[in-house]
């Protein structure tokens, strides 16, 4: 006679893998992140990887480790220029740039972010919740004043050939019809987020 | 003529009104009616995703909504800048696959009263639909002045054939797409293995030295293949390449001078429009030499209202003052 086998409840993953998971979970389809292998073709194939703190492989191997504030704390993610030629050459396919926006969104939860990069990204989403559109020059005009200030005098002719050449306005864009059904759907949007 | 809904996207209307203006002048001829989505927003780039992932998803997902909404029976959305086109499949794609995100994205649109079925549009970029749907024939066809001795670079960037959710294109790294819809207008392509390199995105507003970086790759593998200019798809790759190649020429002391074209700039050229309706004039890097070898006359860009040239100072610099004040302290000094 079979004795009756006692299923034991796995116990709460520790740190380490607590991290992985969290990422993994948070990433929309699947991330395949923890099929990571440590080859190394997403930070041979990156453009912008000699900017970066760690190579993505690096990062994913921190990640596995259970080292959150360093993860979080890297510009890794933030320095990634979304070409996502990373994500097609890997033979894991894991979504590493999809992965990449995971740790942005975590890292600014935690306060540990890129204060450049973040803020470009504020500041862009702030104008686009305002008038539902984009809007160029405002934005790289805030941006270059608040972290490139000293790059200010070369950028002063490129600004003027944006107005003069290219036609753009200094006004900002009018709003959307729509920017209060727009503005209720982002709000709920964001009470779906913390769930 | 065949209607498409169309998303132009926030530059269209600010940084490439080039392209729009090029985009409207050749679609007409190739039987491409668009339909702009009416009441669009912002796609949020690159940048929302960064911030918060479902508020990212809806605000894309606003538009395929209203699409679907004014679509009438069409299911084509054209877009014709290379973020705003993944981000409206990539929203279209995830809101499939994953059904949670699906769920959550509509339950947002709910409270705006819209919904969004995933997978009912077929979203595509202007140069997928007019090189397989149109078909090079009908491009030929329309050709009355060939591109011929122009040698172009095909410049296609990474977010159109990466990581091409829906199959679209001939390869995710070294796509032909283009190249082949070039030699139809009768244009020299070029071997450019850079073709679907990134441009540097945002990066030039977040960490200016790898952009340059970036843009330096680019520009100086076209320069190599002795390209007479570069052909674009997307207002942020022409952007980068055009407005921040005198910046990149400084920053590596390096004479590049290519000027960055919207590939429907050049299809209108071959279809007999003249520049001036083709947005010519606009651009950072004159496009009025190399338009002018195959004896097509481009207005010159504009420079109404910039300030006039300094002029160089002549003869030995003036000694900092710094050093006078110095010597003068230093006398007052001696003088006590």
């Known amino acids: 006679m079979i004795e009756a086998v006692t299923v034991v409840d796995p116990p709460t993953p520790v740190e380490e893998i607590a991290l992985l998971r969290e990422v993994s979970l948070r990433t929309p389809g699947e991330s395949r992140v923890e099929m990571c292998i440590q080859c190394g073709t997403c930070g041979g194939s990156c453009p912008s990887g000699s900017a970066m703190d760690h190579t993505p492989r690096a990062l994913f191997a921190m990640l596995r480790a259970g080292m959150r504030e360093e993860v979080l704390k890297s510009n890794t993610p933030w320095m990634c220029v979304s070409c996502y030629y990373c994500t097609v050459r890997c033979p894991q396919d894991i979504h590493i740039t999809d992965v990449m926006y995971t740790l942005k969104n975590m890292s600014l939860e935690a306060k540990l972010y890129n204060p450049t990069a973040a803020d470009f990204s504020k500041t862009f989403i702030g104008m686009v919740e305002t008038f539902g559109r984009g809007f160029e020059i405002g934005l790289a005009g805030l941006q270059n004043v608040r972290h490139f200030i000293t790059r200010l005098p070369n950028l002063a002719p490129m600004a003027i050939g944006f107005l003069t050449k290219k036609g753009m306005s200094p006004i900002p864009p009018k709003r959307i019809k729509g920017m209060n059904q727009l503005k209720s759907i982002l709000k709920r949007a964001k009470e779906l987020e913390i769930v | ?336």
Request: aromatic content about 8%; proline content about 7%.
């Open chain 2, 1 to 336: 003529m065949s209607d498409y809904i169309y998303y132009p996207g926030c530059s269209m209307d600010s940084s490439a009104k080039a392209y729009q203006e090029s985009v409207e002048a050749v679609c007409g001829p190739l039987g491409i009616g668009l339909k702009e989505i009416d009441d669009w927003n912002c796609c949020g780039a690159t940048e929302y995703f960064s911030l918060d992932l479902i508020p990212a998803y809806s605000l894309i997902a606003r538009n395929l909504a209203l699409a679907e909404e004014q679509a009438n029976g069409n299911k084509n959305l054209i877009a014709t800048c290379s973020a705003c086109y993944l981000n409206l499949v990539k929203a279209d794609h995830y809101m499939h696959t994953d059904k949670v995100l699906g769920s959550k994205v509509n339950e947002a649109l709910a409270a705006g009263s819209m919904h969004y079925t995933p997978g009912k549009l077929a979203i595509r970029h202007l140069l997928d639909v007019v090189v397989n749907e149109i078909g090079l024939d009908k491009v030929k066809e329309r050709v009355v002045k060939p591109l011929t001795g122009l040698r172009v670079a095909p410049y296609i960037g990474c977010m159109l054939p990466r990581p091409d959710y829906t199959a679209r294109y001939s390869d995710t790294e070294y796509p032909n797409e283009l190249d082949d819809l070039l030699r139809a207008l009768g244009a020299e392509v070029i071997y450019f293995p850079l073709k679907s390199h990134c441009c540097g995105g945002h990066m030039t507003q977040i960490g200016p030295d790898t952009a340059f970086e970036m843009i330096r790759r680019i520009i100086s593998a076209a320069d190599q293949f002795n390209a007479d200019v570069i052909a674009a798809v997307c207002p942020m790759c022409q952007m980068n390449l055009d407005a921040f190649q005198g910046q990149m020429n400084s920053h590596f002391k390096t004479k590049y001078n290519i000027p960055i074209l919207y590939f429907t700039q050049l299809m209108g050229i071959a279809f007999g429009e003249t520049p001036e309706n083709l947005g010519f004039g606009s651009e950072f890097v004159s496009a009025r030499e190399a338009m002018g070898r195959i004896g097509v006359e481009t207005p010159e860009p504009t420079t109404q209202g910039a300030p006039p040239k300094r002029v160089k100072p002549t003869g030995l610099p003036m000694p900092p003052p710094l050093i006078e004040e110095h010597q003068s302290t230093d006398q007052s000094k001696e003088a006590s």
